[in-house]
């Protein structure tokens, strides 16, 4: 009587076959979805060289300059807006006005021209965002850029992915603060979840909020 056409051990062979067809494309889409998300995509706290040295911890931090001094059309335009040579040299005509530090500062005020800051936040062109409506929605500064006051060089503090947006947009309450407070670094919720949930509750109709998923809100 013949023995058996194949040797025993090409049963094993077959099944970690059929296991590795099945998990080679797993893995591949797992370790696609895991680095589209990691920080080399998304550029989260990846350090950005700008054309001149502005210490946010120095103005924000120890100055407690508002975010609005500079950032004026944060709560008029879907931009922040970028301070003008002019807004620095309102303070620095006087302070500093000598300093090295400043001397591009200086060059571009009396050239008319703006400095070329690098962006930080940048998302694609298909994305349209608007800092009013969030800011008078009651959305603080920090929700989406983290404590600007405890950064040298300002980087990307959020991931900033249309997973991100939509959690928010899902759920905003928790990330309402009230409107004397919008352009704070340290206002914190209470710490009391009941006292939290009710306070975001009545922030929301205060602020008359309607969360907003559709495709068109974001990509028009």
Same mark, same amino acid.
């Given at each position: ?76 335009? %879907? $931009?922040?807006? /970028?301070? &003008?040579? +002019? ?90 603060? %009230? $409107?004397?407070? /919008?352009? &704070?670094? +340290? ?34």
């Amino acid at each position: 009587m013949s023995g058996p056409l194949f040797p025993r051990w090409t049963n094993t062979v077959s099944r970690l076959s059929a296991a590795a067809l099945l998990a080679v494309p797993a893995i591949g889409i797992g370790g696609l979805m895991a680095y589209v998300r990691s920080p080399y995509v998304t550029n989260q706290q990846m350090p950005i060289e700008q054309p001149i040295e502005f210490d946010h911890r120095h103005h924000a931090g120890d100055e407690k300059i508002d975010c609005q001094y500079c950032h004026w059309s944060v709560d008029k335009a %879907p $931009s922040a807006g /970028i301070p &003008s040579t +002019t807004v620095c040299m309102s303070c620095h005509a006087q302070v500093w006005n000598k300093s090295p530090y400043l001397t591009e500062v200086r060059k571009a005020f009396f050239a008319d021209s703006p400095i070329q800051w690098v962006r930080v936040h940048n998302l694609p062109d298909f994305v349209y965002f608007n800092h009013a409506i969030h800011v008078n929605k009651g959305v603080g500064c920090a929700s989406c850029h983290g404590r600007i006051d405890q950064m040298g060089a300002v980087e990307q503090f959020a991931p900033l992915t249309m997973a991100w947006c939509l959690e928010c947009h899902r759920n905003p309450e928790p990330h309402l603060r %009230p $409107s004397e407070f /919008i352009t &704070s670094m +340290t206002w914190t919720p209470p710490s009391d979840k009941a006292e939290a949930i009710a306070l975001g509750e009545k922030l929301k109709d205060e602020y008359d909020v309607h969360s907003r998923t559709s495709c068109s809100t974001c990509h028009r």
